[in-house]
C-alpha cells in the first residue's frame, strides 16, 4: 500500500534562515505532488504541484521554491523565511487512471520567528 | 478558473442530530467532488468523493449528494456523534486537475 511521509514534523525557525521541507512516497510509481501550506483556522493554499521529475508548477508568487528531483521526493525550499511563511505544510500525491485523489502526508508545523 | 464556496463555516449540532454543509462551484466543466474531514492538529482525510456521472452516493451515516444543473454538492451527517467534530472541507477538479478547496466547515457536535 503506498504511504507518505514528511520531515520534519515541526519546526521552528529564524526569520531569514533558510528552509527545507521533505516528502516522500513510497509503495507508488509517478505520482502527482502538491504541496499545501494551511494557516491557523484557515483553508488549504495550493503552493505547487509536480507531475514529474524536474516539472514543478507555481500557484502562488511568493518566496519558496519546489523541487522534485526523484520520482517519489518532493521538496519544498526558501532561501529566507518571512514571518507570513509559518503556517502548516501538506504534501499530498494522486495517482491512478484518473489522478483526482488526493491523499495528504502528515503535515510539517512551521513556526516562524 | 475554478472557484468553490461552503457555508456554514461553523456548525453547532446536538449528537444524533443531522448536519448537512454545503458547497457551490463555478466551472460547469468540474467533475470531481471529494470532502475532506481534518481533525485539529492533523492531516486532511478523505471521507467520500462524488463523480459528476452520479446525484448521491452514501457511506454508512455519511452521504454527498450533487445538483450539476445549480453547480453545488453537499454533504450530509446523520445521526451525528462527537467524534465527529472536525473541520470539513468540500473540494472541485476537472480530473487530472488539481483541487480546488472551500474554506471549510467548523462542526461542533455536543453530547
Known amino acids: 500500500s503506498q504511504t507518505i511521509h514528511q520531515w520534519p514534523a515541526t519546526l521552528v525557525q529564524p526569520v531569514g534562515s533558510p528552509l527545507s521541507l521533505e516528502c516522500t512516497v513510497e509503495?507508488?510509481?509517478?505520482?502527482?505532488l502538491y504541496w499545501y501550506r494551511q494557516a491557523a483556522g484557515r483553508g488549504l493554499q495550493l503552493l505547487f504541484y509536480s507531475v514529474g521529475i524536474g516539472q514543478i508548477s507555481s500557484e502562488v508568487p511568493q518566496n519558496l521554491s519546489a523541487s522534485r528531483p526523484q520520482d517519489r521526493q518532493f521538496i519544498l525550499s526558501s532561501k529566507k523565511l518571512l514571518l507570513s511563511d509559518s503556517g502548516f505544510y501538506l504534501c499530498?500525491?494522486?495517482?491512478?487512471?484518473?489522478?483526482?485523489?488526493?491523499?495528504f502526508g502528515p503535515g510539517t508545523r512551521l513556526l516562524v520567528l | 478558473g475554478e472557484n468553490v464556496e461552503q457555508h456554514p463555516s461553523t456548525l453547532s449540532v446536538q449528537e444524533g442530530d443531522s448536519a448537512v454543509i454545503k458547497c457551490t462551484y463555478s466551472?460547469?466543466?468540474?467533475?470531481?467532488f471529494p470532502w475532506y474531514k481534518q481533525e485539529l492538529g492533523k492531516r486532511p482525510q478523505l471521507i467520500i468523493d462524488i463523480r459528476s456521472n452520479v446525484g448521491e452516493k452514501k457511506d454508512q451515516r455519511i452521504a454527498v449528494t450533487l445538483n450539476k444543473t445549480a453547480k453545488h454538492f453537499s454533504l450530509h451527517i446523520t445521526e451525528t456523534q462527537p467524534e465527529d467534530s472536525a473541520v470539513y472541507f468540500c473540494?472541485?477538479?476537472?480530473?487530472?486537475?488539481?483541487?480546488?478547496f472551500g474554506t471549510g466547515t467548523r462542526l461542533l457536535v455536543s453530547p
Open positions: 466551472d460547469s466543466a468540474s467533475n470531481y
Open positions: 509503495g507508488t510509481s509517478n505520482p502527482n
Open positions: 499530498a500525491w494522486s495517482t491512478g487512471p484518473k489522478q483526482e485523489t488526493q491523499y
Open positions: 473540494a472541485a477538479s476537472r480530473g487530472f486537475q488539481k483541487l480546488v
